[in-house]
């Protein structure tokens, strides 16, 4: 798929030096992302469909694509580094407090069966 010679950005070189063949899919997905932001976005359905699909499954890379290819900032490793730092915390943050909400949910759940007449 991917049209190696034919990279844009200097993020997609610096995440390509990053990645072994074994992972190839992840740097053509990048290109693809790539193309379709360079060429000012998605033309046709199919297009729209694909870029969001690379905009929800690597929503760190397709800000660092955009933001080179519109402002002209290349992001170094180190900056996707931190933010992907930051997102992985974000998240671990979300999946914590959706654990601990269920559990309440749960003993809330518990403490009415049994206020109702229900065995334990």
Same mark, same amino acid.
């Given at each position: =798929?991917?049209?190696?010679?034919? &990279?844009?950005?200097?993020? !997609?070189?610096?995440? =390509?030096?990053? #990645?072994?063949?074994?992972?190839? !899919?992840?740097? +053509?997905?990048?290109?693809?992302?790539? $193309?379709? &932001?360079?060429?000012?976005?998605?033309?046709?359905?199919?297009?729209? =469909?694909?870029? @969001?699909?690379?905009?929800? #499954?690597?929503?760190?890379? !397709? %800000?660092? &694509? %955009?933001?080179?290819?519109e402002?002209?900032?290349? #992001?170094t490793?180190?900056?996707f %580094? $931190?933010? !992907?730092?930051?997102?992985?915390?974000?998240?671990? %943050?979300?999946?914590?407090?959706?654990q601990?909400?269920?559990?309440?949910?749960?003993?809330? +759940?518990? +403490?009415?069966?049994?206020?109702? @007449?229900?065995?334990?």
């Amino acid at each position: =798929m991917g049209n190696y010679g034919g &990279i844009k950005t200097q993020f !997609v070189r610096d995440r =390509m030096k990053e #990645t072994a063949w074994a992972d190839h !899919v992840y740097i +053509d997905h990048l290109i693809a992302a790539e $193309k379709l &932001i360079a060429q000012g976005g998605a033309k046709r359905w199919t297009e729209g =469909m694909a870029l @969001g699909y690379y905009s929800q #499954t690597y929503p760190i890379e !397709v %800000r660092a &694509i %955009r933001q080179e290819l519109e402002k002209g900032k290349v #992001t170094t490793p180190e900056e996707f %580094r $931190k933010w !992907v730092k930051a997102v992985k915390k974000k998240e671990r %943050r979300a999946r914590e407090a959706s654990q601990r909400a269920r559990q309440q949910q749960a003993e809330r +759940d518990r +403490d009415r069966w049994l206020e109702l @007449g229900g065995r334990e």
